[in-house]
């Protein structure tokens, strides 16, 4: 089963997809196919259908919407029948595709590929080059980590409550692999690359701390010194405004090298601890 969902969802089992169209049945598979081969608790998928006012045939509804989804996989399976799979000791169902558990469900993935996992895996690694300072292999593979999204998580899934939280972690993810990524493209003086990506990111989080201390050295070593100082006179009036805040000493410290021309601009961005995940809608 190959499963998608950093972007369009997509769930495909033997080159057919499972993936319905109906809202409801489609909300079950996503959170299903995020969490795959993990059981997903009853209550998990009622209170992601339904909030926490869900109707008294809650349960008896789900059912309906899991039978139409072991419809789908039916059809997925009969293509597997007919191409002659081998290495089985019986025909797979599809029960055995969505499983019924004690307390949920499970969907048997089969050990086919998860777009989540391999970013995961990726970005993992691309840390660990970090850590251990080797910066082209962090850029390379924070790089093709961040190439497997093709938009917003679960894109056009109507999410509930549980596919929320879920998009907003993943979200999160991203958004520390992202940064990463560019501290090592700094780290490799490929600050001029970098200036249109960043002109970009900083417009759509326009608090997010990281991102501006970033753009603020790309500019400085660009040799647009003037700029960069603007970059953080926006930002501490968008902080201050929106939230009450001065920018980190982190930030500010940033802000005074620049000022004074310091060698410091010739190291990393900062690291802040407060970067404020605000994109602009």
Partial sequence: MDIEVLGALAVQENGVSITPTAPKPRQVLALLALHADRVV????????????????????TLQTYVLQLRELIAVALEKDERDGAEGESRPRTPKDVLVTMPSGYLLASGGGESDVRTFERLAGVGYRAM??????????????????????????????????????????????ALDQRIEADLRLGRHRELLAELTVLVNRYRTHESLHGQFMLALYRSGRRGEALEVYQRLRAT???????????????????ILTANPETTTAAPKTTKDRLVPTS
């Fill in 131 to 176: 850590d251990a300072g080797d910066f082209p292999g962090a850029a390379r593979q924070l790089r093709d980590a961040l190439m497997l999204w093709s938009g917003t998580a679960f894109a056009d899934v109507q999410a509930g409550t549980q596919l929320d939280m879920e998009i907003k972690r993943l979200e999160e993810s991203r958004l520390c």
């Fill in 41 to 60: 608790p009853v209550t998990a998928l009622i209170e992601e259908l339904w909030g926490t006012t869900p109707p008294r045939s809650a349960r008896t």
């Fill in 239 to 257: 902080l201050v405004r929106d939230l009450g805040l001065e920018p980190s000493a982190g930030l500010r410290r940033l802000q005074r090298s």
